[in-house]
Structure formats: C-alpha cells, structure tokens
C-alpha cells in the first residue's frame, strides 16, 4: 500500500508540473467567456471587454464560427477586425483563445464545392445553414481547412497576447451519419490496414452467418440500417464503422494540430472541446493535443436529477464524470462550455435553480480543472440561440442570473488564491481509495448495438457505478485499459463486454500483487471481434471472479424480481447473473425469488494479496449496486467517508469542496477542526461549501 500512494504522489506531481507549461499554479483554475466579436457592432466591443474584465474574467474565446469574416473570398484573408478584437481583449487585461473556423464552412466553399458536405442515407447533402456539416473524409475540405489554419497560425502563431487554440467546435456529426464516396473509400481502406485480408474479415465479421461472405473490401458498403428487411446479419461492422468515424475525426483533428504546431509558438497550447460520449468521437484518440477539453450543460431537460427540484441542478455525477474522464489523458483540462443559465435547445429548457450555476462552476474548480470557460457573454438578439442565456442580456449590459453568480465564484476563487500553498500533497487516506474506472467506447457502441434488452444503456450504467464511488468520497480516474494500474488501490471495469486474454491477465496481476478489483455483469463475454467465447458461459472471468455465470435473466420495465444483500432486498429487472461459487469465494448477495431464488447474485473472492469482487446484478436506481461497492471498499480495509445522497465532495489543492445536488438541505460529513471558508456545514440545494 506503500508504494501505491507512493506512485499516486508522484503521478500527480508529475500532472501539475507539465500543467505549469501553460497555467499558473497559483492560480488554480482561471475563467473566461466566450464572445462573438463579428455579431456586434464595433463600437460596442470596447464596452464589452470592459464589461468582461469589472466583472472579473481572465480571459476569452473567440472566432469558432467566423470562416466567412476571415476569408469572404477563396484564399482571400481578413484579419483586421479579429486584430481589433484582440488588441481590446489585451487592454482590458483578457487572455485570448482562438478558434479554428472549420465547424462552419462559408457560403462561397459550400456552393463551389458540395462534396465537402455530409451525405445523408438517402443520397442527399447536407444544407449550408447549419454547423459541423462538413465531412472529416473529404480531401477538398481538408485541403482548404490546411489553408486557414496556416494562415491564422500564421497570423497569430507568436502573438503573446494569444493563450492557446481550440480546433473545431464540438467535433461531430450531432447525430448524423456521414455516406458519403470519400467515407466509404476510407472506410475501406481502414478495414484493409485492419484486417489485412478479407478471409480475416469475414472470420471477423462472422460472414458465414446469413451468407455474408465477401471476396474483395471493394464488395464492402457503409452499414446503412435504413436499407435492412431484417436487421443486420452481424453487429461488428456496425462497431467497425463506429470505430472507423470516430478515427476519421481524430485524424481531421490531428491534421489541424500539425498544422498549428509547425507555426505557433510553444508557449500556446492547443486543444478542442469534445462533447463528453456523444458517441460518434472518442475524445481519447486525440492524445496529440496538448490536452483535451470538454463542453457540458447539465440542464437542458434530459434529466430529472434528485427530488422535485432535481431537473434544475442536473445530475451529481455529470460534471466530476466530465471532469475524471477528461483530465487522467494528460494530466490537465479544461471545461470549455458551461452552461450560463437558460439555454434554447433542450426538449424543454427550464431555468436552473438558484445557484446551480456557481455549483456547477465550484464542482468544475474541484476537479482538478484549469480553467473555465463559458457559452456566452451576451444573449444573442437573432440566429437559432436568440433563447440562449448569456452573462448579459439582450440589452449588452444588464447582468444576468448565471453573470452574476460567474460573478460571485470568480470574487470567491481570488479570495481563495489567498490561501494556496505550493506542492499541496492529497491527504493520505483520500489517496488510498483512488479509484480507476476503466473505460472504452467500444464497450459503449457494442452493447448499445446490442442490447439484448432494450433497458441496457451502457452509458447510464457506468456512470451509476461511478455515482456510487463518488458518493464515498473517493477520488477517480477514468482510464483506458492501456493504464498501469498499479497506482490504484482500486479498480471497477463496468459492463467490460469485451476482452482478450491480456487483459484478463493485466487484471489478474493487478489483484495478486494487491489490488482489489470490481467487476459486473456483462464483463468478459465476448473477444475483440464481439463474438463469443468457445467456452462455457463467461469462462473467460470465471477463474478470476472465482465463480461460474450459471445464466442470466432479463426482465420487463413492469416487471421486477428481487435481490436479497444481508437484511435489505432490491428490485431489479434489467440483468440479472446466476452464479456458482466456487468453495473458497463468498457469496455477498442471493436472488430471493424467481425459479433460481437463493442462488448467488454477487461475490467476493480473495486472489494472491488483493480481492475481486463481481456484482451480478443491475437495478434501475444503482442502489444495490453501491451497497455492493462500499462493501467492496470497506472488506479491503479501506476507510471512506458516505456523503448524503446528491452531495459530491472533492479534493483540490488543499482545499475540500461540497456541492449539493439534491433537493434538500443536507449536512456534510467534514472532519470536527475543519475550517470553513465558503458557506456552512448543512448545505442547501445548488450550494457549496469549502473548507481545509
């Protein structure tokens, strides 16, 4: 245990030191806004920036849909205004981010050259009017995007005055799936370099089934699941296309990086904002980039969150997630848009509940964050976004609800640098129960292809898994499978479908050199290609988790058996595993009706000097499932401190920070000579309390 807090220090001093490349330590997390300079007439702009900086932003972000501003003609370049924008932003003592103008292609580029576009299923192009429309596969648009972004890097490649670069906006295709003849000329060629022959995809691909078979990659269309009668006749290259598009974006990415780093000086950094698993990019594919940044806006009618007030606050979990998941690539990030207040594209766009703007913006700050950024600083007065909250209103000037409390956090976060002392190391009983989470999106695009019961949804699933860690206040990482473990006292693979042989034995290892490992169900069923095991059912874990899956049970959203753990029962209907244990493994947990009642559901196993655990069972609410995982904590001898449910607590540069997601006023634990510094023990809902 020694040497496993050991390598956690040193990981995370090796995190702060390459972060100070760019940020300030001192400072800890710096805030900034976003600003449409071309939107507004240029007598307004002085005003605005003066605006930015009375109310105590540190910097700003700018020019992300300005293609048509920056070059109105083809190779025909505009700079001055954004010039202007700049040299006012560093007046008023603004840090500037620019943006490459890629996710809106102009009207001139769009017209002469359509193949750019995304082509729909149906064989029609996407419509200039819109945004991320363009296709990462088009040679032309990759081509002039080359031409801009030397040109901007050119321009702006050893202005002191810029900070750092965002590529794109959002990189995706919101949704969209892209058909188009340069898509389905790379996608062949990937699937070439992948599979070599086409004897291995078709083995791959299970061909035979259905009489798939093919004989050249040229015979090979893009997965189209308008055109089947009767679903497809298999899944991988449904995962393979997932895979190969989210490679496509990565590599259109990529090649914008290149692109700037040949011309920018070191001192600017370079990043992007993804979209936190929308399911068409895979985030960690860019480890290019400097770091990676993330955009979030928690309430935007999708979720109901905790209690009656919960659809106001978002779920507790989405921030720390954001922040977990997108920080462990390199050590640093930032989140690039959060939510201002109100916005206008939700299935319904309520307003957030009193302070849940500065909560979001205190447990942003708790996670390791390094700067802070916000969509917008004025509310638009025309385009799609009219709706959209902004730190100001229509008026320019009058501040709203989100400005203000931005307003308050960053008065508070000067106050706090005050107290900040250099190389703060994480108190040493919150380092012994790190936690990695162990994640891949081909996990995510496999199972939510195949479901086998339309109530799986991976994403929510992991996540819950991840709730539960989080309310005993456990720091985490969310890693790939390619992470050394060994600096984790624990490690949770949730619903890990897929899996190979070395990685069964990276775990094992893990656990015999004292690790303690939590499995689920779902976990090892099935090898790279999604196919299943010539094995008996799950035998691929079956050693590792000490227990043989007899079977298991899914069942209906009206229907629900039950799960007995010590004295309490659950529901469950979503996946149930029916386990044999063997004789040295315990059984935690046991069906308590149903033709199986009384057979295991979960257990616990002791493996070399570390534990595996295996929770069998997925419920709706995630309750049994974290009963199961603070157990798992608590039969590894390591402490953790139970939050009240809805409340995160997090660590940061010797600092301690609450925020209350639930409904209710709750009190949370902290320790009896615990030095408030903002707020008070028993925390309402949207607020925060630190304290060190």
């Known amino acids: 245990m020694k ?6 220090l040193l990981l995370s001093f090796a995190s702060f030191t390459f972060a100070q490349q760019f940020f300030s330590p001192e400072k800890m997390v710096e805030t900034g806004v976003y600003y449409y300079p071309e939107a507004w007439n240029p007598s307004q702009w002085d005003r605005d920036f003066q605006k930015m900086e009375d109310m105590g932003f540190e910097f700003t972000h700018m020019a992300e849909f300005a293609w048509a501003q920056l070059e109105p003609k083809e190779g025909e370049y505009d700079f001055q205004w954004l010039d202007k924008a700049v040299e006012l932003a560093a007046k008023h003592h603004l840090k500037v981010i620019l943006c490459t103008p890629t996710p809106t292609p102009p009207v001139w580029l769009t017209r002469k050259y359509p193949e750019v576009l995304v ?10 009017g819109t945004r991320e429309h363009y296709s990462w596969s088009s040679p032309k648009y990759r081509e002039l995007t080359t031409n801009i972004v030397t040109a901007l890097a050119k321009h702006y490649g050893n202005d002191k005055r810029v900070w750092g670069w965002q590529i794109d906006n959002e990189p995706s295709h919101y949704g969209a799936i892209d058909y188009g003849t340069s898509v389905l000329i790379n996608f062949r ?75 920018i000086s070191k001192s600017q950094f370079v990043t992007t904002n993804f979209m936190n698993q929308n399911g068409e990019a895979d985030p960690w594919n860019n480890k290019d980039l400097d770091f990676i940044s993330y955009t979030i806006y928690p309430v935007a009618g999708y979720t109901s969150g905790l209690g009656n007030q919960g659809f106001r606050m978002g779920d507790p979990w989405r921030i720390s997630w954001a922040n977990d998941f997108f920080r462990p690539l390199k050590g640093m990030t930032g989140v690039m848009e959060l939510q201002p207040g109100q916005v206008n594209w939700g299935s319904y766009n309520a307003q957030p509940y009193p302070g849940a703007v500065r909560a979001w913006l205190w447990n942003a700050f708790a996670g390791g964050l390094n700067f802070i950024c916000s969509y917008r600083f004025r509310q638009p007065l025309y385009g799609s976004e009219q709706f959209h909250y902004g730190m100001v209103g229509t008026d320019g000037v009058t501040e709203l609800s989100g400005g203000k409390q931005y307003r308050q956090f960053m008065d508070e976060m000067r106050e706090l640098r005050k107290l900040y002392k250099t190389n703060t190391l994480m108190p040493k009983e919150y380092a012994a129960r790190k936690t990695a989470l162990i994640y891949n999106m081909d996990n995510q695009w496999e199972t939510d292809i195949q479901k086998q019961t339309y109530l799986w949804n991976q994403y929510n699933f992991v996540t819950n898994c991840y709730s539960a860690i989080k309310s005993l206040t456990v720091p985490v990482d969310i890693v790939g499978e390619d992470r050394d473990l060994s600096g984790y006292p624990v490690v949770i693979a949730p619903a890990y479908q897929m899996v190979d042989k070395a990685l069964i034995e990276k775990w094992t290892t893990y656990v015999k050199n004292g690790g303690n490992l939590i499995l689920t169900a779902r976990t090892g069923l099935k090898d790279r290609n999604g196919h299943f095991f010539e094995a008996p059912w799950g035998d691929a874990i079956s050693k590792l988790i000490g227990a043989k899956i007899e079977m298991f ?27 044999i244990p063997d004789s040295e493994t315990e059984t935690w947990a046991t069906y308590a009706d149903q033709f199986y009642a009384g057979k295991a559901s979960s257990v616990h196993r002791k493996l070399g000097k570390g534990t595996v655990t295996y929770i069998g069972t997925v419920t709706k609410e995630g309750t049994f499932e974290k009963e ?9 001898g390591i402490p953790v401190e139970v939050q009240p449910n809805g ?46």
Request: hydrophobic share 40%; aromatic share 12%; proline share 3%.
């Open 3 to 8: 040497k496993t807090l050991l390598a956690t």
């Open 119 to 128: 082509q729909f299923a149906n064989g029609n192009l996407a419509q200039h």
């Open 189 to 263: 060629t990937w699937l070439q370099h992948k599979y070599q022959t086409i004897d291995h995809l078709n083995q791959a691909w299970g061909t035979a089934f259905w009489s798939g078979i093919y004989s050249d990659f040229n015979e090979i269309e893009i997965p189209n699941p308008s055109r089947l009668t009767a679903g497809a006749a298999s899944y991988t290259p449904l995962v393979d296309f997932k895979r190969f598009s989210a490679d496509e974006c990565a590599d259109y990415i990529s090649l914008q990086n290149k692109v700037l780093k040949a011309n």
């Open 553 to 579: 049970d899914n069942l209906g959203a009206e229907l629900f058996a039950k799960v007995k753990l010590g004295d309490k029962t659950y529901n469950w209907n979503i996946w149930g595993d029916i386990l």
């Open 628 to 636: 199961i995982i603070q157990k798992a904590y608590q039969s590894a």
């Open 647 to 692: 409340v995160m607590v997090n660590w940061r540069n010797g600092f301690w920070v609450a925020t209350n997601y639930s409904s209710d006023n709750v009190t949370v634990n902290m320790p009896e000579n615990a030095k408030i510094i903002v707020g008070c023990n028993e925390i309402a809902p949207a607020g925060v309390t630190v304290w060190r």
